[in-house]
T-cell receptor
Framework: AQSVAQPEDQVNVAEGNPLTVKCTYS??????LFWYVQYPNRGLQFLLK??????LVKGSYGFEAEFNKSQTSFHLKKPSALVSDSALYFC?????????????FGSGTRLQVQP | DARVTQTPRHKVTEMGQEVTMRCQPI?????VFWYRQTMMQGLELLAY????????DSGMPKDRFSAEMPDATLATLKIQPSEPRDSAVYFC????????????????FGDGTRLSIL
C-alpha cells in the first residue's frame, strides 16, 4: 500500500525567511513523488516531481524538494518566502511497485507567510 | 494555456435530487480522475479512467455514484439520489500517459464543482 503523511497542518513563516513543508511517504517499491499547491477556490496546481535521478528537484515559483530515500521524505523548500506563497500544499505519492495507478495525496499543509 | 474545464462551478440542490457534474479534459490527455475534497476527509480519489475505460472506481459509493466518459472530450460524475453528506468540492483532473510511464506525469486539475446538498 502507498501512503503519505504531512505532519504539520500549518506552517507559519515570515516573508524573506526560508520555508520547509514536510512530507514522508510509505511504499513497497520505488516512489513517484509530487508536490501540488492549491489557492482558494482553485484546483491543485503542479509544482514539482521526483521520478528518478538527482535527489534535489527544482520546480515552479522557486520551490525545490529533496528526495531522501533513507528517511522516506520529500520535503518542500524555498530559500526566501513570499506573502503570495501562502496557500495549501499537498504532497502525493505513487508506488511504482504496486498495481495502483493513481496518486495518494497527503492531508495538506497550510502555509502562512507573514509580511 | 490548456485547462481542464468543470461545470457547473457551484450547485445547490435538495436531498434526493440527481446531480450531474461535467468535465472537459485537456485535449490529447488520455487519463481522467475524479476527486472529492472535504475538510474532514481531505482529497479522496473517486474514479480513474484511461483511454475512456474505468480502471479504478474503488473509492466511489457504487449505490448512488456513477462516472462515465461518453467521449474523449467529456467526463461525467452523477449522484442519484444525492444526500447532504455528498456536500463537497468535486475536482476533475486529466493527464497524459505514454507507454509504461504511467503515473510519472503530473495531473492537471480543474477548479472544481462546489456541491451543497440541503
Amino acid at each position: 500500500a502507498q501512503s503519505v503523511a504531512q505532519p504539520e497542518d500549518q506552517v507559519n513563516v515570515a516573508e524573506g525567511n526560508p520555508l520547509t513543508v514536510k512530507c514522508t511517504y510509505s511504499v513497497s517499491g520505488n516512489p513517484y513523488l509530487f508536490w501540488y499547491v492549491q489557492y482558494p477556490n482553485r484546483g491543485l496546481q503542479f509544482l514539482l516531481k521526483y521520478i528518478t535521478g538527482d535527489n534535489l528537484v527544482k520546480g515552479s515559483y522557486g520551490f525545490e524538494a529533496e528526495f531522501n530515500k533513507s528517511q522516506t521524505s520529500f520535503h518542500l523548500k524555498k530559500p526566501s518566502a513570499l506573502v503570495s506563497d501562502s496557500a495549501l500544499y499537498f504532497c502525493a505519492v505513487r508506488d511504482i511497485g504496486t498495481g495502483r495507478r493513481a496518486l495518494t495525496f497527503g492531508s495538506g499543509t497550510r502555509l502562512q507567510v507573514q509580511p | 494555456d490548456a485547462r481542464v474545464t468543470q461545470t457547473p462551478r457551484h450547485k445547490v440542490t435538495e436531498m434526493g435530487q440527481e446531480v450531474t457534474m461535467r468535465c472537459q479534459p485537456i485535449l490529447g490527455h488520455n487519463t481522467v480522475f475524479w476527486y472529492r475534497q472535504t475538510m474532514m476527509q481531505g482529497l479522496e480519489l473517486l474514479a480513474y479512467f484511461r483511454n475512456r475505460a474505468p480502471l479504478d472506481d474503488s473509492g466511489m459509493p457504487k449505490d448512488r455514484f456513477s462516472a462515465e466518459m461518453p467521449d474523449a472530450t467529456l467526463a461525467t460524475l452523477k449522484i442519484q439520489p444525492s444526500e447532504p453528506r455528498d456536500s463537497a468540492v468535486y475536482f476533475c483532473a486529466s493527464g497524459l500517459v505514454i507507454g509504461v510511464g504511467e503515473g510519472n506525469q503530473p495531473q492537471h486539475f480543474g477548479d472544481g464543482t462546489r456541491l451543497s446538498i440541503l
